[in-house]
């Protein structure tokens, strides 16, 4: 196989980079490499790549590419033809769309319908993409499931994402590609983004500044843990998708179809109050935290809980890293890399 891994400077794509690199994996990365946040540790990330490349089994060639850009997007498609895409670059954070929506037409939309486009005329056998949590909006029949409905998003970033789902599945009727969205749920870790709660709350508390915590603390979120997400992605990739004999027009499910489309969700399917995530951050320091306590913010999402059993039947796997262990591997990377 030879697969193309959008976004591979990011925290997610990275990780995938890495183990399908690890397994002997011809890897072709796609990373415009903006500044929504620290280039640097992107750039370093990279770095990392490449010279996991020169002594792994597999090989890794980068592309500097915009997904917006249709010619490069389909240059790099014809020169090195993939087998399987898995579609990480998008511009993400649920805040950053109330200010700059416009980013997310440009990479969500636009770059999206570029992907789409490519595995169409050159043959991919299996697009893998990532969806989000937040399509769930204000859902509160717990825990969200696949074969709910999700057509009130609270936020512009949960409604580009819809719109991926929903473009995935016209290019799989229409066309007859296999298509795999996965729903993230609150993804951690090391090298993670630094406009992420774990990274700020680290950084502030080390720093002997205040944490500002939304909804008073009232959140709960289903936190999953990168390795386990990156488990799950290529797990799926590996297994493309099929039209569903059982699918029914009559009484359509959202998570499959008569076309070789599917939804799954992946996280952790053990909500966990943010209050104790905080406290395992201040175990992992060693330091207590400072707390600023504030209402909640406009498009948040008040408590996600992922059910993973579409998953578990698909490709027999299910998160299950524990919180306590996740952060307390965020914060080793975090001293080592800043040399705290």
């Known amino acids: 196989m030879s697969i193309c891994v959008t976004g591979c400077a990011g925290f997610i794509g990275f990780f995938v980079t890495k183990q399908l690199l690890a397994r002997g994996e011809t890897v072709v990365g796609i990373d415009v490499v903006n500044d929504y946040y620290d280039v640097s540790l992107k750039e370093k990330r990279l770095k990392v790549l490449h010279e996991l490349a020169e002594s792994s089994p597999g090989a890794f060639e980068f592309f500097r590419i915009n997904l917006a850009d249709k010619d490069a997007v389909n240059a790099c498609f014809n020169e090195h033809r993939p087998t399987h895409v898995i579609n990480l670059a998008a511009q993400a954070g649920v805040r950053y769309s109330l200010e700059n929506p416009h980013a997310y037409i440009e990479s969500n939309i636009t770059g999206f319908t570029n992907i789409l486009e490519a595995c169409r005329y050159f043959d991919v056998q299996h697009l893998t993409y990532a969806s989000t949590s937040s399509v769930y909006g204000n859902h509160t029949k717990m825990p969200f499931t696949e074969h709910e409905s999700v057509d009130h998003p609270i936020q512009f970033y949960a409604a580009t994402k819809k719109a991926n789902e929903l473009m995935a599945h016209s290019y799989s009727h229409l066309f007859k590609l296999p298509t795999s969205g996965l729903r993230f749920f609150t993804v951690y870790g090391p090298w993670g983004r630094p406009d992420m709660a774990l990274f700020l709350f680290t950084k502030n508390i080390l720093a002997g500044e205040p944490i500002n915590v939304f909804n008073h603390g009232k ?122």
């Not at 799950?232 to 489309?261: C, F, K, L």
């Not at 027999?316 to 080793?332: A, L, W």
């Open 219 to 340: 959140h709960t979120r289903d936190f999953t843990y990168v390795d386990d997400i990156v488990e799950g992605v290529i797990r799926v990739s590996d297994s493309p998708a099929q039209p569903n004999p059982d699918w029914d027009p009559s009484a359509p499910d959202p998570q499959s179809s008569s076309a070789p489309y599917r939804i799954f969700n992946i996280g952790n399917n053990a909500p966990v109050k943010l209050m104790t995530y905080v406290k395992a951050i201040e175990d992992a320091l060693g330091k207590k935290a400072e707390i600023n306590y504030l209402p909640l913010q406009k498009g948040d999402v008040p408590s996600t809980y992922a059910d993973v059993s579409e998953l578990m039947k698909a490709v027999d796997y299910k998160p299950d890293t524990k919180v306590q262990t996740g952060v307390s591997n965020f914060v080793q990377w975090y001293r080592d890399y800043y040399k705290l």
